[in-house]
């Protein structure tokens, strides 16, 4: 799946691409390759007129799934150590899914739980938390 730079709003909500084939780097957060940091991407699960993206795929996928990601220059495969889901309000009280200091990790993020047009939409998401494998173990 593409993948394109992705910033902050006013608000500090990152603004994610609305195709759903295309997913969102946070431009805040660690790349390919670094050696430290959270690197976090995130993608609509679905659209009412595109259907189903990739992303959906998170929701059915499982703790040791690998995940890789493929950069110009570096290549890099995460193993999945956790997938939990959380309030879509509360994403802004997770600053442990931002962090830019610790060990490398990939943070994969995409709405889950029910659609409730009257309420905004989708009222969860779903955070898959992934390490390089050597972390893994």
Same mark, same amino acid.
Request: proline letters at 4%; aromatic letters at 6%.
């Given at each position: 799946?593409?993948?394109?730079?992705? /910033?902050?709003?006013?608000?500090?909500? =990152?603004? +994610?691409?609305?195709? +759903?084939?295309?997913?969102?780097?946070?431009? *805040? *957060?660690? &790349? +390919?390759?670094?050696?430290?940091?959270?690197?976090?991407?995130?993608?609509? !699960?679905?659209?009412?007129? &595109?259907?189903?993206?990739?992303?959906?795929? =998170?929701?059915?996928?499982?703790?040791?799934?690998?995940?890789?990601?493929?950069?110009?220059? !570096?290549? &890099? /495969?995460?193993?999945?150590?956790?997938? /939990?889901?959380?309030?879509?309000?509360?994403?802004?009280?997770?600053?442990? =899914?931002?962090?830019?200091? *610790?060990?490398?990790?990939?943070?994969?993020? /995409?709405?889950?739980?029910?659609?409730?047009?009257?309420?905004? *939409?989708? &009222?969860?998401?779903?955070?898959?938390?992934?390490?390089?494998?050597?972390?893994?173990?």
């Amino acid at each position: 799946m593409e993948v394109r730079r992705a /910033t902050t709003d006013a608000n500090g909500e =990152l603004v +994610v691409p609305d195709d +759903v084939d295309i997913a969102g780097w946070w431009d *805040g *957060g660690a &790349q +390919v390759g670094d050696p430290f940091g959270t690197m976090v991407i995130a993608a609509h !699960v679905d659209s009412r007129i &595109q259907g189903l993206g990739p992303f959906s795929e =998170l929701l059915s996928a499982s703790e040791g799934d690998a995940v890789v990601t493929l950069a110009e220059e !570096v290549d &890099q /495969t995460y193993v999945i150590s956790s997938i /939990t889901r959380i309030a879509r309000e509360a994403l802004t009280e997770r600053d442990d =899914l931002f962090s830019s200091s *610790g060990g490398h990790r990939l943070v994969l993020i /995409t709405c889950a739980g029910d659609f409730v047009p009257e309420q905004g *939409g989708y &009222q969860e998401l779903a955070i898959v938390v992934a390490e390089p494998p050597e972390r893994s173990r």
